[in-house]
C-alpha cells in the first residue's frame, strides 16, 4: 500500500475514533522528559488540528514546569522553525489553517514532539505529505534531538513505506503505550 493510501485509511479511522478528542497521558509524557538529560529542555511541540493526538494539556503543564515550548512556523519554501509559545499568547491561523505563534523568538528545540498520520512499531511515521518535519529534523542533523511522535493507537500500521528522505523516531507514545 502506498503512503497516499495508508494516509487516506488512517485519517478517516483517526477521526471517527478521536471524534471526542482523546487527550494524551500528558502526566506519562512528562515524566519521561524529566528523565531525559538535558541542560535546558527546550521542546518543539504542534498545535493539534484534523483529529491528531491532543497535547493541549502538555502543553500547559511543560509550561507550568519551567519547559521552553515551541510551535512551529512554515514558511513558503516547505521550511519549517519553532518559535516560544507561551500559554497567553495569541496563534494566527496559517493558510493551511494551523495555528503558529505571532511571537517570533526562535527556538532550536532539542526535544521534538510530532504529529503522526500512521505509524509502525519499527517507529517510521507518515505525515501529511509535506515533508516539513523531515526537512527540519535533517536540518538539525549535526544537534542532539530527541525526535518523538504522538499518536494515537488506531493509528497503527503494520507497515509504512519509507525512502531516505523518511526520517525515524527515537519514540513513539499514543494513549496506550510507548514504542522504543
Avoid: H, W
Avoid at 517507529?123 to 504522538?150: A, C, H
Avoid at 513505506?161 to 523518511?166: A, L, Q, R, V, Y
Amino acid at each position: 500500500m502506498s503512503k497516499n493510501q495508508i494516509r487516506k485509511r488512517i485519517l478517516k479511522r483517526r477521526k471517527k475514533f478521536n471524534s471526542q478528542n482523546i487527550p494524551i497521558k500528558s502526566q506519562k509524557i512528562l515524566n519521561f522528559l524529566k528523565n531525559l538529560k538535558f541542560k535546558q529542555k527546550v521542546i518543539g511541540c504542534y498545535y493539534p488540528i484534523n483529529f491528531e493526538a491532543n497535547i493541549i494539556e502538555l502543553i500547559k503543564k511543560l509550561q507550568n514546569n519551567n519547559y521552553l515550548v515551541g510551535l512551529p512556523i512554515m514558511s513558503k519554501n516547505f521550511d519549517m522553525n519553532f518559535y516560544e509559545f507561551k500559554k497567553n499568547d495569541p496563534l494566527i491561523i496559517n493558510k493551511i489553517g494551523i495555528p503558529e505563534p505571532t511571537k517570533k523568538k526562535k527556538l532550536m528545540p532539542n526535544i521534538l514532539l510530532i504529529p503522526i498520520v500512521a505509524f509502525d512499531i519499527n517507529l517510521n511515521r507518515i505525515g501529511y505529505g509535506g515533508g516539513y518535519y523531515d526537512r527540519f529534523i535533517k536540518k538539525m542533523n549535526n544537534k542532539k534531538l530527541i525526535k518523538i511522535g504522538i499518536a494515537l493507537s488506531c493509528q497503527k500500521v503494520k507497515q509504512v513505506p519509507t525512502n531516505k528522505f523518511d526520517k525515524k523516531l527515537d519514540y513513539i507514545f499514543t494513549e496506550k503505550e510507548l514504542l522504543r
